[in-house]
């Protein structure tokens, strides 16, 4: 498994996520959506789920809850893209828990974006029964499942930094603990450094040493001769 970096984590949450403010901010400004052919002349009206009011031919009720989902998915990713700057600059502390906020919050941010777009289009084709032709998606809805792959990407990377944190946060408590913990009574040896001042008792018995001394040969006393001289 290919292990990557933080820095290269974070530089690529920082790119993803902000590729897909650029495409979210082109697809605001840009309305045209789908085209709806309408009336007898197969009139052509462009539409998108950004537009405040909705056209006559589509009641705006039916619209809320996709609008509603858009803005939610909007201001989760300017949130996402501002925590991912304000960690990589380093101006909040990079924890395994804003790794996994992040990670959250990006998940959250693409599925907010599928469901309003599969609710658009689900809309759409109950639409085209009721007050419309035919309708046809142009390249914007593109943009949009880009978005949903970056922010998959960006949560799945998050995730992975989340894991590796808290695994090396593991590895180094286990560290300390083993460092910290005393040694058994078992394994304790005392180990005297100082030099032996008093002498080994010794082997010989007290009373050899009265044999030795018994065994000492004294010499004999001299004997006094009387000496007579004969004249």
């Not at 045209?32 to 789920?49: F, R």
């Not at 803005?71 to 893209?81: D, E, K, M, Q, V």
């Not at 695994?167 to 304790?188: G, R, V």
Request: with cysteine; charged share 15%; glycine share 4%.
């Amino acid at each position: 498994m290919v292990q990557l970096s933080s820095g290269t984590i974070q530089t690529t949450n920082m790119v993803l996520s902000s590729l897909a403010l650029v495409l979210t901010a082109i697809g605001i400004i840009e309305d045209k959506w789908v085209e709806l052919s309408v009336g007898t002349k197969e009139t052509t009206i462009k539409h998108s789920p950004w537009m405040a009011c909705c056209i006559t031919v589509w009641p705006e009720d039916d619209l809320e809850a996709v609008r509603t989902m858009m803005i939610l998915a909007l201001i989760l990713s300017f949130s996402f893209n501002l925590i991912l700057g304000m960690e990589f600059t380093d101006m909040i502390p990079q924890t395994k828990y804003i790794h996994l906020f992040t990670a959250f919050l990006s998940f959250l941010t693409g599925i907010l974006l599928l469901s309003a777009l599969l609710y658009y289009h689900h809309k759409l084709k109950q639409g085209q029964v009721t007050y419309f032709f035919r309708y046809k998606v142009t390249w914007i809805p593109l943009t949009v499942y880009i978005n949903i792959i970056f922010y998959i990407i960006c949560g799945t990377l998050s995730f992975l930094h989340f894991k590796s944190c808290a695994s090396l946060n593991t590895i180094h408590e286990s560290d300390s603990e083993s460092e910290h913990t005393l040694p058994s009574a078992n394994s304790i040896q005392v180990i005297s450094t100082e030099s032996p001042t008093i002498m080994p008792r010794s082997i010989v018995r007290s009373h050899s040493i009265n044999t030795k001394e018994d065994d000492i040969v004294k010499p004999p006393p001299v004997q006094a001769r009387r000496v007579t001289w004969a004249l």
